[in-house]
Nanobody, 128 residues
């Protein structure tokens, strides 16, 4: 089991940057693949990015590709989402998620239902 806690959200102007962190408890963090999702008011939760347990491979939604970078430090039990060139449409609550159902990862990594463990979320607001 793993517990997740996000931090780093806030208010930023369009074009600015933020770095979100997700700290995980537990000694088996390196066994989990990680994901970031976001949910804007009145909208469904949507996939942002995912990273494999080793950190060697990342996946991004097209809406953030080239602007966001996902990384992890397994020694620190932490994943980082660097968000650059932020846009007002990036405004949402951002959630960190984890799971280790590797059999389902290739086909379902974009699906929030794959991930069993979730943080409480951190608000990101981008003003125009």
């Amino acid at each position: 089991q793993v517990q997740l806690e996000e931090s780093g959200g806030g208010l930023v102007q369009a074009g600015g940057s933020l770095r979100l962190s997700c700290a995980a408890s537990g000694r088996t963090f390196s066994n989990y693949f990680m994901g970031w999702f976001r949910q804007a008011p009145g909208k469904k939760r949507e996939f942002v990015a995912s990273i494999t347990s080793s950190g060697r491979t990342t996946y991004y939604d097209d809406s953030v590709k080239g602007r966001f970078t996902l990384s992890r430090d397994n020694a620190k039990n932490t994943v980082y989402l660097q968000m650059n060139s932020l846009k007002p449409e990036d405004t949402a609550v951002y959630y960190c998620a984890a799971d280790r159902d590797w059999a389902s990862y290739d086909n379902n990594r974009y699906d929030s239902k794959l991930y069993e463990y979730w943080g409480q979320g951190t608000q990101v607001t981008v003003s125009s």
